[in-house]
Structure formats: structure tokens, C-alpha cells
């Protein structure tokens, strides 16, 4: 049947209108049949400035979910769809954003003008309208002085729409602004009570990115975490090996502190070893030092992995930048010796180190912390690496980009650095 639809269209492609285009296009797109969808795009290329906005989201939307990524195709969308975007409707540019992130089109111009049209009308906008754009915005890693407001303004629409909202929108804007690094305690404490009696309907993975997204930016919210583990524990088979190492994680993140959750949990999947990947590996390394630590007296649950799970931690890229060489230049001059991105028995990156005496100084850049209102925060992989650290007896001094980017001159920049290390007793 859709064979024979598809000749007839084929031979009748021109005479098609914007909207038919469109339709045909999203009716197509689950449908592996290269040739009509590409004589779809050639013909919509050629009458691109008669789509209407809701044309120009769909036909979008239908080749994203097609996962048809044409750069040049998708290109001339944002060119006719930048004439018109306060014509756009709510949902239409938010499924709009949507399909440029599913295919990986990261066109900050073109985003900060769909921030623009978005933000004073964030109101109108649907649930998951917001959670889309939402994620559009994160996973695209749109990082600009803009999208602080941005993801402000549309946390506040989001909390008071939280009565509207299905458990894959909660998880996808918790997701989303954890991903873009913006904390925001009173939001995902909205999150967390107005979810509290819904548990029990989140699919696993969409669980599994919200407790995840807590995590990331710390939010340490006992009652909401007990009932996240009794659902979890409740359904374990459901969740997979992935789930698991990235539910593990987050737990030891925020300081979980019942071992017969996490002996329970990591227990679920002694069957399902084989299918770890490396990274769900390498946060269950960082789960076993956590656990060790945390429950000395028990034997981590994994413990017959530990090797492995050892081996696939990778800690953090080595790499300098300005931050770092400037600290390291300051330390230099002022005669605190060190060694430079030294990696502690444990595996973890100490950027500047005295080994013997176990003291480190830590340069956090932008990936070490999540921005609020007040300025930076660190966020909770940082924290969770730090109390890691700590009490495996180190000492240890964390300078935050911000307040070393203010200090204007050599003269201040010792002085900086010398009352630090005072303090500490460094």
C-alpha cells in the first residue's frame, strides 16, 4: 500500500503545497524508503518561503525523527524560519529546536534567536513543550551568558505547570538544566515533592535521568531519595545494567547511606555483567571506593569486578589552560612546590599535588560547577571526587575559575593565593 502511494507521489511531487509536503514528510519518516523522502526535501527546498512556521517545525520534526541529518536542508529551515519565528506557535518552536538538536545542528545564532522569541512567552507553553526545548537547549550544550535566564525563566513556567505534568516532562527538564549545569534548588525541590506520589509511573530510564539529574547538581533530599530507592528496588529487573550503574552512582553522589540498597541494587545485575559498558564501569569504580569507605565493615557487592571496574576508570582529560598554568605559574613564584596533575592511588586527577604530605589544590573550571543566582556552585561529581578524596586523607584546596578570573595582577594573585594556603595551613 505504501509502496504504491509512494509512486504515484513520485511522479506528482511538484504539484504538491507547503502543508501536503509536510504531512507527507511526517507520514514518511518511519518509513524506510530513502528515495520519496529525498525527493520530499528537494521539492520543499524549492518552496521553502511558502512554509508556514507549523510547516517549516513539521517537516523538521519529520526528518529529524527520520534521523536524516542534512546539514544544508536543515540550514535553509533556520534561514526562512529566522523571517518568522514570532509567528511561530509555542509547541511549533519548541518541536522546531527539538529536531536541530536530534540531529545535531548546533547553531548558536539561530538558538539564541529562538531563546529570544521563547522566553517572555514561556507561559503559554505546554509541558512538554517546555521539556523539549528544554532539552534541546542542553543537549546541544548551548553554553552562553544568555542561557542562564533562559533555563531560569523557563524553570519558573515549568513549576507552575507542575500539576500538568507527565513523568517523562519532570525528567526531562530535570535532565536538562542539570546537563546545562544550572542549579536551581528551589526548582528541583518543586520536582521532587510534586513527584513524590507519581514514582511508581516513570518508566525506568526516564527514573534513572531525573535521580541522575539531582545528583549532578547535589540536591540531597532525604525522603525523596528513600522513596526513589523502594520504587527502584520494587522493579529492579526492569532497570538495565546501565540504569543501575548510573542509579548507584547518583545514590553515592548525594551521600546515600544504606548499604543494603546499594548490596540490593548492584545485586540486581551479578547476572547481567556482561553487558557493562566502560562507562557504566567506571562510575561503579567510583560506587566501590564510595561504598568502601562509607561501609567498611561489608564487602562491596561487585567486589569480585573490582579489577576491572579499576581499569576502566579514566579520571578526568589532563589538559592545561589558562586557569590552570596561571595557578601553577603563582604557586611557582610564591614557593609552594608541587606536582602538576598528579592522578592519587585511588585514580582521581589532583591538578596540583604535594603527594608526600597528601595536600592538593584543585583549579575547577566551568565543568566543575553549576551556576546559580548567587554566581558558581560546585557541582555534585566534584563534591562526590572531593569527600572521595578527603577521606583517603587528603587536604585539599579548590580554586573556582570565577574568583581567580578577578584578580587582575601578579601582586593580587599572590596575595590570593598566600592567604589560601594560610588558612588551610597549607
Given at each position: 500500500?505504501?509502496?504504491?502511494?509512494?509512486?504515484?507521489?513520485?511522479?506528482?511531487?511538484?504539484?504538491?503545497?507547503?502543508?501536503?509536503?509536510?504531512?507527507?514528510?511526517?507520514?514518511?519518516?518511519?518509513?524506510?524508503?530513502?528515495?520519496?523522502?529525498?525527493?520530499?526535501?528537494?521539492?520543499?527546498?524549492?518552496?521553502?518561503?511558502?512554509?508556514?512556521?507549523?510547516?517549516?517545525?513539521?517537516?523538521?520534526?519529520?526528518?529529524?525523527?527520520?534521523?536524516?541529518?542534512?546539514?544544508?536542508?536543515?540550514?535553509?529551515?533556520?534561514?526562512?524560519?529566522?523571517t518568522k519565528l514570532s509567528e511561530f506557535t509555542p509547541d511549533a518552536?519548541?518541536?522546531?529546536?527539538?529536531?536541530?538538536?536530534?540531529?545535531?545542528?548546533?547553531?548558536?545564532?539561530?538558538?539564541?534567536?529562538?531563546?529570544?522569541?521563547?522566553?517572555?512567552?514561556?507561559?503559554?507553553?505546554?509541558?512538554?513543550?517546555?521539556?523539549?526545548?528544554?532539552?534541546?537547549?542542553?543537549?546541544?550544550?548551548?553554553?552562553?551568558?544568555?542561557?542562564?535566564?533562559?533555563?531560569?525563566?523557563?524553570?519558573?513556567?515549568?513549576?507552575?505547570?507542575?500539576?500538568?505534568?507527565?513523568?517523562?516532562?519532570?525528567?526531562?527538564?530535570?535532565?536538562?538544566?542539570?546537563?546545562?549545569?544550572?542549579?536551581?534548588?528551589?526548582?528541583?525541590?518543586?520536582?521532587?515533592?510534586?513527584?513524590?506520589?507519581?514514582?511508581?509511573?516513570?518508566?525506568?530510564?526516564?527514573?534513572?535521568?531525573?535521580?541522575?539529574?539531582?545528583?549532578?547538581?547535589?540536591?540531597?533530599?532525604?525522603?525523596?531519595?528513600?522513596?526513589?530507592?523502594?520504587?527502584?528496588?520494587?522493579?529492579?529487573?526492569?532497570?538495565?545494567?546501565?540504569?543501575?550503574?548510573?542509579?548507584?552512582?547518583?545514590?553515592?553522589?548525594?551521600?546515600?547511606?544504606?548499604?543494603?540498597?546499594?548490596?540490593?541494587?548492584?545485586?540486581?545485575?551479578?547476572?547481567?555483567?556482561?553487558?557493562?559498558?566502560?562507562?557504566?564501569?567506571?562510575?561503579?569504580?567510583?560506587?566501590?571506593?564510595?561504598?568502601?569507605?562509607?561501609?567498611?565493615?561489608?564487602?562491596?557487592?561487585?567486589?569480585?569486578?573490582?579489577?576491572?571496574?579499576?581499569?576502566?576508570?579514566?579520571?578526568?582529560?589532563?589538559?592545561?589552560?589558562?586557569?590552570?598554568?596561571?595557578?601553577?605559574?603563582?604557586?611557582?613564584?610564591?614557593?609552594?612546590?608541587?606536582?602538576?596533575?598528579?592522578?592519587?592511588?585511588?585514580?582521581?586527577?589532583?591538578?596540583?599535588?604535594?603527594?608526600?604530605?597528601?595536600?592538593?589544590?584543585?583549579?575547577?573550571?566551568?565543568?566543575?560547577?553549576?551556576?546559580?543566582?548567587?554566581?558558581?556552585?560546585?557541582?555534585?561529581?566534584?563534591?562526590?571526587?572531593?569527600?572521595?578524596?578527603?577521606?583517603?586523607?587528603?587536604?585539599?584546596?579548590?580554586?573556582?575559575?570565577?574568583?581567580?578570573?578577578?584578580?587582575?595582577?601578579?601582586?593580587?594573585?599572590?596575595?590570593?593565593?598566600?592567604?589560601?594556603?594560610?588558612?588551610?595551613?597549607?
Amino acid at each position: 500500500f505504501f509502496l504504491a502511494i509512494i509512486g504515484i507521489a513520485l511522479t506528482k511531487m511538484n504539484d504538491f503545497t507547503p502543508r501536503a509536503l509536510a504531512d507527507m514528510a511526517w507520514a514518511f519518516s518511519s518509513v524506510e524508503n530513502d528515495a520519496i523522502l529525498k525527493a520530499i526535501q528537494n521539492t520543499a527546498l524549492a518552496k521553502l518561503v511558502k512554509f508556514s512556521p507549523q510547516a517549516l517545525a513539521d517537516i523538521a520534526f519529520a526528518f529529524a525523527n527520520a534521523g536524516i541529518e542534512d546539514t544544508t536542508f536543515f540550514l535553509a529551515i533556520s534561514g526562512i524560519a529566522l523571517t518568522k519565528l514570532s509567528e511561530f506557535t509555542p509547541d511549533a518552536l519548541a518541536n522546531l529546536a527539538w529536531s536541530f538538536a536530534r540531529v545535531n545542528i548546533r547553531n548558536i545564532a539561530f538558538f539564541k534567536a529562538i531563546a529570544d522569541e521563547a522566553l517572555p512567552n514561556f507561559g503559554e507553553f505546554c509541558p512538554q513543550s517546555l521539556a523539549s526545548i528544554a532539552w534541546a537547549f542542553a543537549t546541544l550544550n548551548i553554553q552562553a551568558p544568555w542561557t542562564f535566564s533562559f533555563f531560569c525563566a523557563l524553570a519558573k513556567a515549568a513549576v507552575i505547570t507542575f500539576h500538568d505534568f507527565m513523568p517523562q516532562d519532570f525528567a526531562d527538564v530535570a535532565w536538562a538544566l542539570a546537563c546545562a549545569g544550572i542549579y536551581l534548588p528551589d526548582f528541583f525541590k518543586g520536582i521532587a515533592d510534586a513527584t513524590l506520589n507519581i514514582l511508581d509511573d516513570f518508566a525506568p530510564q526516564a527514573l534513572t535521568n531525573m535521580i541522575w539529574a539531582f545528583a549532578v547538581v547535589d540536591m540531597q533530599i532525604p525522603t525523596f531519595f528513600n522513596s526513589v530507592s523502594v520504587i527502584i528496588c520494587s522493579k529492579l529487573d526492569s532497570f538495565s545494567p546501565n540504569n543501575v550503574a548510573t542509579i548507584a552512582w547518583a545514590f553515592a553522589v548525594i551521600c546515600y547511606s544504606n548499604p543494603k540498597f546499594f548490596s540490593d541494587l548492584l545485586g540486581g545485575i551479578l547476572s547481567k555483567e556482561d553487558q557493562l559498558n566502560a562507562d557504566d564501569e567506571s562510575q561503579l569504580y567510583l560506587v566501590s571506593l564510595y561504598f568502601q569507605n562509607e561501609f567498611s565493615d561489608q564487602q562491596f557487592p561487585l567486589a569480585h569486578l573490582q579489577e576491572r571496574l579499576e581499569s576502566a576508570y579514566q579520571p578526568e582529560d589532563i589538559h592545561s589552560d589558562s586557569h590552570f598554568d596561571d595557578v601553577a605559574t603563582t604557586l611557582n613564584r610564591i614557593g609552594w612546590s608541587h606536582q602538576p596533575q598528579f592522578i592519587s592511588p585511588e585514580g582521581i586527577l589532583l591538578h596540583l599535588a604535594q603527594p608526600e604530605a597528601k595536600k592538593a589544590i584543585q583549579c575547577d573550571g566551568v565543568s566543575n560547577l553549576c551556576k546559580c543566582l548567587d554566581g558558581f556552585v560546585q557541582n555534585g561529581s566534584t563534591r562526590f571526587k572531593s569527600r572521595l578524596l578527603r577521606q583517603c586523607g587528603w587536604t585539599l584546596l579548590h580554586l573556582p575559575f570565577n574568583e581567580w578570573e578577578q584578580l587582575t595582577n601578579t601582586a593580587a594573585k599572590d596575595a590570593y593565593l598566600q592567604e589560601k594556603l594560610r588558612q588551610l595551613s597549607f
